[in-house]
């Protein structure tokens, strides 16, 4: 077990209660504001106010804590949780960039902060610049005529698009026969799914072998006068660029059809390429992947939506609009699909990004770009050294833009360890686990690493010279590698209650009635 | 002065580290690494965007403009309507700008162990506040949950209609229609034009073995206590509906849970538990149903149970039913999700802590008790009808100005030029109120800040 020993890392481990365990009845945490003696005398009990059945009986089982104890177990918590800013995290398909502090320290003003969404907008005109200036550099990173900061992640996004398409189908009245939306299996699972809760059916098209993406012929057999549009993200999380797109475009278009491109990670072609010049309807950009803000441990994000001129008017509602000397809503939009979700989306996201745009400049985007790809390559490169690992769709394609997708077929075939147990023991070395990839597994025991262009070059090394190891390990020693993680926070978890509902328990409350059931 | 190019976010854009990296690579240039993408096709021009500044400069930049807003803490506000002023105590945004919960994002249990923590804890105290078994992992807003539990109930009952009172949040129905569209027709129930409360009578003649769900707020969106949940549930149950409620949280420091009163979906607004109000950017949906298996099956988010490992003493977490999302279902799951609001939940968890039961208790009461102070203050004026119904009120209320023949938004007008932030204008949204506001009133708001009001609006009226 000596290689168990040589990794350098030991993860923090407190071995922390839950919450409701560190309880003491009596303790609290925070003081509410009191009541002054003027209201006091006027309104009196205000419990007995209330209709008595509405009148909560006992109070909620919450647990009872002082401020510190509070502070000290989430402190321990977030010590037990590894970002990008604790080390080398290149989970793929989700651009893991550095997240600049200056961008946060601007997000979390009081000026933003402290702002209701209703107020008169005259009282905001500083925050509704930003976004309206914001929607306009996304028009020119896009080239799209108009943009929409509301959903609040990628999958809304889609739904958001999956809806214009439906409202642009009944406007032309072909709603009714115009059914399926057209999908490629490597793209994000939101570009099918999505689309089928926006209530359509879902065509799915596979790789072909050789290119990595479906055949033209493949597009035209699927596209029919059925055909309400193709949604598919581009490029891929295989960091291949499907090069039939413009042909997909026309094809559809001559259908009838429109086309959505999920540009969520489009770290690679920032000045480069736009997809509205390539013809596509919409798009969507997620500001928490390509534009620096960060993850939060999963959201809030923001994906904001962008529309050719033919499908602007279909926007969700309110637009941030300008006549001249002021910015306002604009909810006077007739054809729009309306309200996606609530109010105008997470604003402090699009400072973020506002202030990320300004850091980096015209020039800077492309650079970062740059570097990006250049990063991914360096890696493809060291990785293929690897033993065990190899590189679908290699020949047709050595190179490719911001991340890759390998499989560890191979050495699963050698040594029986494929990427689960990988990734277990790369936690091991002090490392974030890899991204797989989304389902179906069309690249067999896959990983998927984004090294983004904030990771230095010894990072990159870094991780080849782990998986090296992690490689060595599987063929020299794989119970070191099957029995992984022996330095993380905690060791194998039991699995079994995801699927048993005796088990299961979401919910302290109901951790507490199963387990008393186990006694009886 | 250019900038020098080395950019300080990006180690390797040292053009002597680039060369040498390329070298690797076997490449003489940038461009074949992108030869994937067709020449005909690629941007001709330069971006037109403004150049890149220095840290400073964009600070100043960026913080020049944002001086331009008015916010809610320089003036006194009165308007909640989904996203509400309350204090988030100091401990709730130091958590939250921990950079470890702040930047992570996808990983497994064993490096990110914490989160998935926090997340079984937000999920475990949402359970006590609402009475459910199980909860979920937090999603968008109040709007996008609703949407989600009219959906699972269309799932659970294959029944395609949804029944809901008229004094639903109109942006919220809205948002439920536009989810729902295609697959589950919204119809609403009148309401009592005294009390506001939901007419049983109306509720009766139109629910039907069509009837997926009857789905309510509480307390309402126009701010009052809905108190027949127990009718409105039995007569759902009677049907093989389903009976869904939408929650204010901190109202269930002094309400009944839901429950309690037989909801089978509860969904809510969690903003209130330590989020600013981000201009509406610090929403937080959070959804719960009873822990029986066609329920969760029909959840679309992440679920996360508490469980056991190998080593005694440690806690784990996993996934439930990983295999029901659109993550592995993708068009077959018949639900969307996705990058949700997780460092709110993680917030949520903080601030539900800290208040605990006794200090979620004080502090409903407070806000009732300053809310009705503010009511009892606006009715003494002239002109003013508040609250229009004669239910019991939370934190939220309606004002009638009809009969100071001014308009709700001539009013704010001149409220505004006083430093004052009058309720939310409703009277598009509900033309049979006539010309009403909503106000709200939380801990927030001093007995100083709610005089004044009363003495403005006197000047106004």
């Given at each position: 077990?000596?290689?168990?020993?040589?990794?350098?890392?030991?993860?923090?481990?407190?071995?922390?209660?839950?919450?409701?365990?560190?309880?003491k009845?009596?303790?609290?945490?925070?003081?509410?504001?009191?009541?002054?003696?003027?209201?006091?005398?006027?309104?009196?009990?205000?419990?007995?106010?209330?209709?008595?059945?509405?009148?909560?009986?006992?109070p909620?089982?919450?647990?009872?804590?002082?401020?510190?104890?509070?502070?000290?177990?989430?402190?321990?918590?977030?010590?037990?949780?590894?970002?990008?800013?604790?080390?080398?995290?290149?989970?793929?398909?989700?651009?893991?960039?550095?997240?600049?502090?200056?961008?946060?320290?601007?997000?979390?003003?009081?000026?933003?902060?402290?702002?209701?969404?209703?107020?008169?907008?005259?009282?905001?005109?500083?925050?509704?610049?930003?976004?309206?200036?914001?929607?306009?550099?996304?028009?020119?990173?896009?080239g799209?005529?108009?943009?929409?900061?509301?959903?609040?992640?990628?999958a809304?996004?889609?739904?958001?698009?999956?809806?214009?398409?439906?409202?642009?189908?009944?406007?032309?009245?072909?709603?009714?026969?115009?059914?399926?939306?057209?999908?490629t299996?490597?793209?994000?699972?939101?570009?099918?799914?999505?689309?089928?809760?926006?209530?359509?059916?879902?065509?799915?098209?596979?790789p072909?072998?050789?290119?990595?993406?479906?055949?033209?012929?493949?597009?035209?057999?699927?596209?029919?006068?059925?055909?309400?549009?193709?949604m598919?993200?581009?490029?891929?999380?295989?960091?291949?660029?499907?090069?039939?797109?413009?042909?997909?475009?026309?094809?559809?278009?001559?259908?009838?059809?429109?086309?959505?491109?999920?540009?969520?990670?489009?770290?690679?072609?920032?000045?480069?390429?736009?997809?509205?010049?390539?013809?596509?309807?919409?798009?969507?950009?997620?500001?928490?992947?390509?534009?620096?803000?960060?993850?939060?441990?999963?959201?809030?994000?923001?994906?904001?939506?962008?529309?050719?001129?033919?499908?602007?008017?279909?926007?969700?509602?309110?637009?941030?609009?300008?006549?001249?000397?002021?910015?306002?809503?604009?909810?006077?939009?007739?054809?729009?699909?309306g309200?996606?979700?609530?109010?105008?989306?997470?604003?402090?996201?699009?400072?973020?990004?506002?202030?990320?745009?300004?850091?980096?400049?015209a020039?800077?985007?492309?650079?970062?770009?740059?570097?990006?790809?250049?990063?991914?390559?360096?890696?493809?490169?060291?990785?293929?050294?690897?033993?065990?690992?190899?590189?679908?769709?290699?020949?047709?394609?050595?190179?490719?833009?911001?991340?890759?997708?390998?499989?560890?077929?191979?050495?699963?075939?050698?040594?029986g360890?494929?990427?689960?147990?990988?990734?277990?023991?790369?936690?091991?070395?002090?490392?974030?686990?890899?991204?797989?990839?989304?389902?179906?597994?069309?690249?067999?025991?896959?990983?998927?690493?984004?090294?983004?262009?904030?990771?230095?070059?010894?990072?990159l090394?870094?991780f080849?010279?782990?998986?090296?190891?992690?490689?060595?390990?599987?063929?020299?020693?794989?119970?070191?590698?099957?029995?992984?993680?022996?330095?993380?926070?905690?060791?194998?978890?039991?699995?079994?209650?995801?699927?048993?509902?005796?088990?299961?328990?979401?919910t302290?409350?109901?951790?507490?009635?199963?387990?008393?059931?186990?006694?009886? | 002065?250019?900038?020098?190019?080395?950019?300080?976010?990006?180690?390797?854009?040292?053009?002597?580290?680039?060369?040498?990296?390329?070298?690797?690579?076997?490449?003489?240039?940038?461009?074949?690494?992108?030869?994937?993408?067709?020449?005909?096709?690629?941007?001709?021009?330069k971006?037109?965007?403004?150049?890149?500044?220095?840290?400073?400069?964009?600070?100043?930049?960026?913080?020049?403009?944002?001086?331009?807003?008015?916010?809610?803490?320089?003036?006194?506000?009165?308007?909640?309507?989904?996203?509400?002023?309350?204090?988030?105590?100091?401990v709730?945004?130091?958590?939250?700008?921990?950079?470890?919960?702040?930047?992570?994002?996808?990983?497994?249990?064993?490096?990110?162990?914490?989160?998935y923590?926090?997340?079984?804890?937000?999920?475990?105290?949402?359970?006590?506040?609402?009475?459910?078994?199980?909860?979920?992992?937090?999603?968008?807003?109040?709007?996008?949950?609703?949407?989600?539990?009219?959906?699972?109930?269309?799932?659970?009952?294959?029944?395609?209609?949804?029944?809901?009172?008229?004094?639903?949040?109109?942006?919220?129905?809205?948002?439920?229609?536009?989810?729902?569209?295609?697959?589950?027709?919204?119809?609403?129930?009148?309401?009592?034009?005294?009390?506001?409360?939901?007419?049983?009578?109306?509720?009766?003649?139109?629910?039907?073995?069509?009837?997926?769900?009857?789905y309510?707020?509480?307390?309402?969106?126009?701010?009052?206590?809905?108190?027949?949940?127990?009718?409105?549930?039995?007569?759902?149950?009677?049907?093989?509906?389903?009976?869904?409620?939408?929650?204010?949280?901190?109202?269930?420091?002094?309400?009944?849970?839901?429950?309690?009163?037989?909801?089978?979906?509860?969904?809510?607004?969690?903003?209130?538990?330590?989020?600013?109000?981000?201009?509406?950017?610090?929403?937080?949906?959070?959804?719960?149903?009873?822990?029986?298996?066609?329920?969760?099956?029909?959840?679309?988010?992440?679920?996360?149970?508490?469980?056991?490992?190998?080593?005694?003493?440690?806690?784990?977490?996993?996934?439930?039913?990983p295999?029901?999302?659109?993550?592995?279902?993708r068009?077959?799951?018949?639900?969307?999700?996705?990058?949700?609001?997780?460092?709110?939940?993680?917030?949520?968890?903080?601030?539900?802590?800290?208040?605990?039961?006794n200090?979620l208790?004080?502090?409903?009461?407070?806000?009732?008790?300053?809310?009705?102070?503010?009511?009892?203050?606006?009715?003494?004026?002239?002109?003013?009808?508040?609250?229009?119904?004669?239910?019991?009120?939370?934190?939220?209320?309606?004002?009638?100005?009809?009969?100071?023949?001014?308009t709700?938004?001539?009013?704010?007008?001149?409220?505004?030029?006083?430093?004052?932030?009058?309720?939310?204008?409703i009277?598009?949204?509900?033309?049979e109120?006539?010309?009403?506001?909503?106000?709200?009133?939380?801990?927030?708001?001093?007995?100083?800040?709610?005089?004044?009001?009363?003495?403005?609006?006197?000047?106004?009226?």
């Amino acid at each position: 077990m000596q290689e168990v020993e040589t990794t350098g890392y030991q993860g923090v481990s407190w071995k922390e209660p839950i919450v409701y365990q560190l309880s003491k009845k009596g303790r609290r945490g925070h003081r509410v504001p009191i009541v002054e003696d003027e209201i006091r005398a006027a309104i009196g009990n205000v419990a007995s106010r209330v209709p008595e059945k509405m009148r909560r009986r006992h109070p909620p089982e919450l647990p009872e804590l002082s401020e510190p104890e509070v502070v000290r177990h989430y402190i321990r918590l977030s010590q037990e949780t590894y970002g990008v800013d604790s080390g080398i995290h290149m989970h793929g398909t989700c651009t893991m960039k550095y997240n600049p502090k200056l961008n946060e320290s601007i997000a979390r003003s009081p000026k933003i902060a402290d702002l209701h969404p209703l107020q008169d907008i005259d009282t905001v005109q500083g925050i509704l610049q930003i976004m309206y200036e914001f929607q306009k550099w996304l028009c020119e990173l896009s080239g799209m005529r108009d943009f929409s900061l509301q959903p609040r992640g990628g999958a809304h996004a889609v739904f958001g698009n999956a809806h214009i398409i439906r409202a642009y189908h009944r406007m032309n009245g072909e709603l009714e026969q115009r059914r399926e939306i057209i999908t490629t299996v490597l793209s994000h699972p939101c570009n099918g799914g999505s689309p089928a809760a926006a209530g359509f059916e879902v065509v799915t098209l596979y790789p072909n072998e050789e290119t990595g993406y479906p055949d033209i012929e493949a597009l035209k057999a699927a596209v029919s006068s059925r055909t309400a549009g193709l949604m598919m993200t581009d490029p891929y999380d295989t960091g291949i660029f499907d090069s039939n797109l413009e042909e997909y475009i026309r094809i559809v278009h001559e259908a009838g059809g429109l086309v959505a491109i999920d540009q969520a990670n489009a770290n690679s072609l920032l000045g480069r390429l736009r997809i509205g010049d390539v013809g596509a309807d919409l798009c969507h950009f997620n500001l928490h992947k390509s534009f620096s803000t960060p993850h939060g441990s999963t959201g809030p994000g923001t994906a904001a939506i962008g529309a050719s001129e033919e499908l602007s008017n279909f926007l969700p509602i309110p637009i941030v609009a300008f006549d001249g000397t002021k910015y306002y809503f604009d909810y006077d939009r007739p054809d729009s699909i309306g309200k996606l979700g609530d109010f105008y989306g997470v604003v402090p996201n699009v400072v973020r990004a506002y202030a990320w745009i300004m850091t980096m400049g015209a020039e800077g985007l492309e650079e970062a770009s740059e570097v990006a790809v250049i990063n991914n390559n360096y890696l493809i490169k060291k990785l293929l050294k690897v033993r065990g690992v190899t590189l679908p769709w290699h020949e047709s394609h050595p190179f490719r833009l911001q991340e890759a997708r390998f499989s560890l077929q191979k050495l699963k075939e050698d040594t029986g360890i494929g990427v689960t147990d990988v990734n277990h023991r790369i936690v091991d070395y002090g490392l974030q686990d890899m991204e797989t990839s989304h389902e179906p597994w069309i690249v067999p025991e896959p990983f998927t690493p984004e090294p983004a262009e904030t990771t230095p070059r010894e990072d990159l090394d870094k991780f080849a010279e782990v998986l090296a190891a992690i490689s060595h390990e599987a063929y020299t020693n794989p119970e070191t590698v099957k029995t992984a993680p022996h330095k993380a926070a905690i060791s194998r978890i039991d699995t079994a209650p995801s699927h048993d509902p005796r088990r299961w328990a979401m919910t302290w409350r109901a951790y507490l009635e199963k387990a008393r059931g186990d006694k009886r | 002065m250019e900038l020098v190019a080395v950019h300080p976010y990006i180690p390797n854009s040292d053009p002597e580290i680039k060369r040498e990296m390329l070298g690797e690579i076997g490449v003489q240039s940038v461009e074949e690494l992108f030869a994937d993408v067709p020449k005909q096709i690629r941007l001709k021009k330069k971006l037109q965007l403004p150049h890149a500044k220095s840290e400073y400069h964009v600070r100043r930049d960026v913080e020049a403009i944002l001086s331009r807003n008015k916010t809610c803490s320089e003036l006194i506000s009165f308007l909640g309507a989904g996203c509400w002023p309350h204090y988030v105590p100091a401990v709730c945004d130091e958590i939250n700008s921990r950079s470890e919960f702040l930047t992570a994002y996808a990983g497994d249990v064993y490096s990110d162990l914490g989160r998935y923590q926090a997340f079984f804890e937000f999920q475990s105290m949402i359970g006590d506040l609402v009475a459910m078994d199980v909860v979920g992992f937090p999603w968008y807003s109040w709007g996008s949950v609703s949407a989600d539990s009219a959906r699972m109930a269309v799932m659970i009952t294959d029944r395609h209609e949804i029944l809901t009172p008229r004094t639903i949040s109109p942006d919220r129905l809205s948002i439920m229609r536009r989810h729902c569209e295609g697959l589950a027709d919204i119809k609403q129930v009148k309401n009592d034009p005294v009390s506001g409360q939901v007419s049983l009578e109306d509720l009766r003649s139109k629910i039907s073995s069509r009837t997926a769900a009857v789905y309510i707020e509480n307390p309402t969106y126009l701010g009052f206590v809905e108190s027949q949940c127990e009718e409105i549930s039995k007569i759902a149950h009677d049907h093989g509906a389903l009976f869904t409620v939408g929650v204010e949280p901190l109202s269930l420091g002094i309400l009944t849970p839901p429950g309690e009163y037989g909801a089978d979906i509860v969904c809510g607004e969690g903003q209130p538990l330590g989020m600013h109000m981000n201009f509406g950017g610090g929403l937080l949906g959070f959804l719960a149903c009873s822990d029986v298996e066609r329920f969760v099956s029909a959840m679309p988010h992440r679920l996360i149970s508490v469980t056991t490992t190998e080593r005694k003493g440690e806690w784990g977490f996993t996934y439930v039913l990983p295999e029901r999302t659109m993550f592995a279902a993708r068009d077959k799951a018949r639900s969307f999700t996705g990058t949700a609001t997780a460092l709110w939940a993680i917030t949520a968890a903080v601030y539900l802590s800290l208040l605990g039961p006794n200090g979620l208790r004080e502090l409903a009461e407070v806000i009732m008790q300053k809310s009705h102070y503010a009511m009892k203050r606006m009715s003494e004026i002239r002109g003013i009808r508040v609250p229009i119904f004669n239910s019991c009120h939370f934190e939220e209320f309606t004002a009638n100005f009809d009969a100071t023949e001014k308009t709700v938004s001539q009013v704010n007008k001149v409220l505004l030029s006083y430093g004052i932030i009058g309720g939310k204008d409703i009277s598009r949204e509900f033309p049979e109120l006539g010309n009403t506001a909503l106000y709200c009133v939380t801990e927030m708001h001093t007995s100083a800040d709610i005089d004044r009001l009363a003495a403005a609006l006197e000047g106004v009226v």
